[in-house]
Structure formats: C-alpha cells, structure tokens
C-alpha cells in the first residue's frame, strides 16, 4: 500500500525538543520530492519545510527557519523533522507529505505536538 | 511571499447544486496551483493540481480551471460526501503557501 506514516508527536515543554518521523511505503522515497505542513486547532494549512528527493535543497517557513531541521534517510524510505525551541504557537497536527507538480499527492495521518508546561 | 487568498470562506448549498470557490494570488504563479479537501479529523487529499487536472480516483463533478493568478474549483453537484473544508495552495514558489479555506456545508 502506497502511504506515509509519521510518529514522535507529543507533549514537550516549551524551549523542549521533539524529533518527528515519516516513514514511506508502496513507492520508491529516493525519488520525490518530501515536505511537512502543519496545522494549528482550528486553523488552516501551513507549509513548514521542504527537501529535495536527494536533499541537495531545503527550505523552511520563516516561522522555523533556525529552529526546526529537516533531513531524509532514502536507505530507510524516512523522512526527519528535528524540532529545537519548541513555542506554544508551534502547537499543530504535522503532516508529512510528498511534493509532485508543486503540490502535495500523498499526505499521511499527522502526528500531534502540543508545546505546553 | 505570494499571498493566496480563497472566497468566500464559508458556503452552504443543496445536494445538487454548483457550488464555485474562487482563489487569488498576490501574483502570478503560472498554472502551479493545487486544491486540496480535508474532512475533519483527517489529512487533506489531492483534487486538483496543475490547476485543472484531476488527481487519480477524484470524482469528476470537481474541475479547477484558471491561470496566471485568478483560479476556480467548481462542484458541478454537490453531494451529501463533499461536505469539507476546500483549499488552494500555490506551488510556483517557496514559502509554499495556503489559502484561508472554503468550509463546504451541504444542506
């Protein structure tokens, strides 16, 4: 089955750390183009990063541009977000998703953070 | 940053009817625009890309059309099933950007 899987959602103090996982299945990782997007309660979709199929290129949101890391392990079909001083405003469902024609044609289930003491 | 901005926000119509969302970015993004549904709970799914071609499995009562920076997605008859919320998201650019949202109510 063609789907994407994220993990490591939580709950994290705010300034805390929390490292989330996409795992691929059904297609070949090593050659798409990845993002995340997340999405706050209640709000609308927002882009978070991107990363090229051999990720050559990475872009992030201004909103976590210095704090959040992307990266991939195409060996291991995954995708990473490392996510440093973590706010409250980071609060959201993330999605990873796969980028084709500039959109996204695969999302997976969300993993959610929550940043609360 | 290309601002995209969806109208209306909210639409409640009948089973049947033609329902049209529009989508406006701040410039032009060529035919690189994307609708996506999201029912709630759930992730989004594709629709539409490339501004008027119909993603794999995706009912034809949806259609996109539009280019440059002024886009429509149109619900030829709405069904009970479409009741969502709908948005458009440019992808001629980075920061990848998201319109407000269309929350479809069906009557």
């Known amino acids: 089955e063609v789907q994407l899987v994220e993990s490591g959602g939580g709950l994290v103090q705010p300034g805390g750390s929390l490292r989330l996982s996409c795992i691929a299945s059904?297609?070949?990782?090593?050659?798409?183009?990845m993002k995340w997007v997340r999405q706050a309660p209640g709000k609308g979709l927002e882009w978070v990063s991107y990363?090229?199929?051999?990720?050559?290129?990475?872009y992030y949101a201004d909103s976590v541009k210095g704090r959040f890391t992307i990266s991939r392990d195409n060996a291991k079909r995954s995708l990473y977000l490392q996510m440093k001083s973590l706010r409250a405003e980071d609060t959201a469902v993330y999605y990873c998703?796969?980028?084709?024609?500039?959109?996204?044609?695969?999302w997976g289930q969300g993993t959610l953070v929550t940043v609360s003491s | 940053d290309i601002q995209m901005t969806q109208s209306p926000s909210s639409v409640s119509a009948s089973v049947g009817d033609r329902v049209t969302i529009t989508c406006r970015a701040s410039?032009?993004?060529?035919?690189?625009l994307a609708w996506y549904q999201q029912k709630p709970g759930k992730a989004p799914t594709l629709l539409i890309y490339?501004?008027?071609t119909l993603q794999s499995g995706v009912p034809s009562r949806f259609s996109g059309s539009g280019s440059g920076a002024d886009f429509t997605l149109t619900i030829s008859s709405l069904q009970p099933e479409d009741s969502a919320t709908y948005y458009c998201?440019?992808?001629?650019?980075?920061?990848?950007?998201f319109g407000g949202g269309t929350k479809v109510e069906v009557k």
């Open positions: 990363i090229s199929s051999s990720a050559s290129t990475i």
């Open positions: 059904g297609f070949t990782f090593s050659n798409h183009e």
């Open positions: 998201q440019q992808g001629n650019s980075f920061p990848l950007t």
């Open positions: 490339a501004a008027a």
């Open positions: 998703a796969r980028r084709s024609y500039g959109s996204g044609d695969l």
């Open positions: 410039q032009g993004i060529s035919s690189w």
